[in-house]
């Protein structure tokens, strides 16, 4: 069982709000990323981290912003949600080596924007 | 473009039987494959991760398989149960950069009927 966690697990709210979804790990892990996926669809990577104050853009464009002041914590934010956010965000973690690491992933957040 | 594509789409299968699922993809430079497991509202669970030099890897009743020349991984599962009703997903990286970027093959939904 990996040592990531995600909150809220579900959350439904209006157009127009900000929120942020929260991402832990304690594994010590370096890298940390965000994947959004729609359902039956791949995931897609939108924020990524090498560490500490890193924060890069991934391949799918996301009006959502990341930051990373504490190794552990790698929270995403929504300033003004809209109905096209609506999706699955995955949170995942690797430590050293490179590709060869295995990525552990969160349980996810389901956002539904209304 | 680099892509992973996994067939076939969805299975049924009944408990005790067994099935093997497929994936081809064109990344290159390859790094590595990973399958990964998804329980439904869950996030990816990693079961195998395999590099250019292996040619099949087990975990459990899960064995995988690689040819690195024809671009080819397969999934094979062996007397299923009801727990492993769950998407698998292909995961294929390059070692094109420092991250080891991912990609995601869109999965196969298999469902184990008693």
């Known amino acids: 069982e990996a040592d990531i966690y995600q909150t809220p697990r579900y959350l439904v709210i209006g157009t127009g709000k900000k929120i942020t979804l929260e991402c832990s790990q304690t594994?010590?892990?370096?890298?940390m990323y965000w994947y959004q996926q729609d359902p039956g669809m791949e995931l897609h990577l939108i924020h990524y981290?090498?560490?500490?104050?890193?924060?890069e853009k991934g391949d799918l464009s996301s009006e959502s912003t990341v930051s990373r002041i504490r190794t552990e914590h790698f929270p995403l934010t929504l300033e003004s949600a809209r109905p096209s956010h609506t999706s699955q965000y995955l949170c995942?973690?690797?430590?050293?080596?490179?590709?060869?690491?295995?990525?552990?992933f969160g349980a996810g957040t389901r956002l539904s924007v209304l | 473009k680099n892509q992973v594509e996994q067939s076939p789409q969805s299975l049924i299968i009944l408990e005790g039987k067994n099935c093997t699922l497929q994936?081809?993809?064109?990344?290159?430079?390859?790094?590595?494959l990973r399958w990964y497991k998804q329980d439904t509202g869950r996030g990816p669970v990693s079961l195998t991760i395999?590099?250019?030099?292996?040619n099949t890897k087990s975990n459990g009743r899960y064995t995988a398989t690689l040819d690195a020349d024809t671009k080819q991984s397969s999934l094979h599962i062996t007397a299923s149960q009801l727990s492993d009703s769950a998407s698998y997903i292909c995961?294929?990286?390059?070692?094109?950069?420092?991250?080891?970027?991912?990609?995601f093959g869109r999965g196969t939904q298999l469902t184990v009927w008693p």
């Open positions: 981290s090498y560490g500490v104050n890193s924060t």
């Open positions: 395999m590099t250019f030099s292996e």
């Open positions: 994936c081809n993809y064109t990344v290159s430079p390859f790094s590595n």
């Open positions: 995942a973690s690797s430590g050293e080596g490179g590709s060869g690491n295995i990525q552990y």
């Open positions: 594994m010590g892990h370096d890298k």
């Open positions: 995961v294929v990286s390059d070692r094109g950069s420092t991250l080891g970027r991912l990609y």
